[in-house]
């Protein structure tokens, strides 16, 4: 089975939260600019409140079938130790998989993880049932599948289930 780098899927990830610009086209013959460009894209919901982030559940729009199992070798589940971190800009994101740990972690956080924004990876899932239940624990947040080494290296994490902001990682 082919595997996708986690890089490339957690920038996919990433690609829900950036808003795109409405640019006008110019024409090369005449020099005048069309007033507009038409660009398919869903009607923008002005009714959000100021700086709440805005997700997409990107699981609606494909199959994920495909990258099951997910196996992430470099982490399990366990304890951590919270520390302060200073990467600015960063959207909150975390790691989980399909234990009891994890799974009573999502249930007893759900309504803070959607508060904050934060984007959900499964790191650890072994089929489409047990993606459903990590999905049912934490109903109003997105969380999708992806091999969490890379993260894990990166950050020097061994365990999740873990939250990831711009100022922390705890559990």
Do not use: C
Not at 36 to 53: E, S
Not at 89 to 97: D, E, Q
Not at 117 to 124: R, Y
Request: charged share 15%; hydrophobic share 45%; glycine share 6%.
């Amino acid at each position: 089975m082919k595997r996708i780098p986690t890089a490339y899927y957690f920038s996919l990830l990433l690609a829900a939260f950036a808003q795109s610009k409405q640019s006008v086209a110019e024409d090369q013959f005449g020099g005048f600019t069309r007033p507009h460009l038409q660009v398919a894209r869903p009607p923008i919901n002005n009714n959000l409140q100021p700086g709440r982030a805005m997700h997409t559940d990107l699981s609606t729009f494909a199959d994920e079938t495909w990258i099951l199992p997910v196996r992430s070798s470099l982490l399990s589940p366990g304890q951590i130790t919270s520390r302060a971190l200073n990467m600015p800009g960063l959207r909150p994101f975390f790691l989980v998989g399909e234990d009891t740990q994890s799974l009573a972690w999502l249930r007893q956080r759900a309504t803070e993880l959607q508060e904050i924004g934060a984007a959900g990876l499964a790191v650890e899932v072994a089929d489409t049932g047990a993606l459903a239940r990590i999905r049912a624990a934490a109903p109003s947040v997105t969380i999708l599948p992806v091999n969490g080494n890379d993260i894990a290296t990166r950050l020097q994490i061994e365990h999740y289930p873990v939250l990831i902001t711009a100022t922390s990682l705890e559990q």
